[in-house]
C-alpha cells in the first residue's frame, strides 16, 4: 500500500511540474503585454503576460516556435514569457474577442503598463509554463 501511495504521490507532482523555455525563434503574443522598442526600427523587447478572464471569454496566451521546431502554447495565467527582437504589434485582440474581458484596451487604471494586444517576434525568448497538461510539443 506504500508502494502506491508514493507512485501516486510522484505521478501527481510530475502532473504539476513548470516547464520553462530559453532560445531563439518566433514568438506570438495575444493579450495583455508591455512592449518597450530599442532605438533601432522594429527591434525591441516583448513582455506577454495573458491573464484569466473568466470561463465564457475568449482566451488569451502565447504561441511560440523555436528555431529548432519546438512548439509552445500556453494559456491565461497558466504561463508567460518574453521576446528580445524583431516585434510587429497592434493595439486590440484582431477581432478574436479576447480583449473584451476588461471593456478596455489600454491601461485599466493599476499603472501597470500593459495593453491587450497582438505582438508578433522573431529573436530570444524566455517562455514559463504552469499548464497541468504541460505546454510543448514536438
Request: proline share 3%; net charge negative.
Amino acid at each position: 500500500m506504500k508502494q502506491f501511495a508514493v507512485f501516486l504521490l510522484l505521478s501527481v507532482a510530475g502532473v504539476f511540474a513548470d516547464e520553462d523555455f530559453h532560445g531563439s525563434g518566433n514568438f506570438k503574443c495575444y493579450g495583455d503585454m508591455s512592449i518597450s522598442m530599442f532605438k533601432d526600427e522594429g527591434e525591441g523587447f516583448l513582455d506577454c503576460r495573458p491573464a484569466w478572464g473568466s470561463p465564457s471569454a475568449p482566451p488569451q496566451g502565447i504561441v511560440a516556435m523555436s528555431d529548432e521546431g519546438e512548439k509552445w502554447v500556453t494559456v491565461d495565467d497558466k504561463g508567460y514569457g518574453d521576446c528580445t527582437g524583431s516585434i510587429y504589434y497592434v493595439y486590440g485582440d484582431l477581432n478574436l474577442g479576447y480583449c473584451d474581458r476588461y471593456n478596455m484596451k489600454v491601461d485599466d487604471g493599476k499603472q501597470t503598463r500593459l495593453f491587450c494586444g497582438y505582438a508578433d517576434c522573431n529573436g530570444l525568448m524566455n517562455i514559463h509554463c504552469s499548464m497541468l497538461s504541460g505546454c510543448h510539443g514536438a
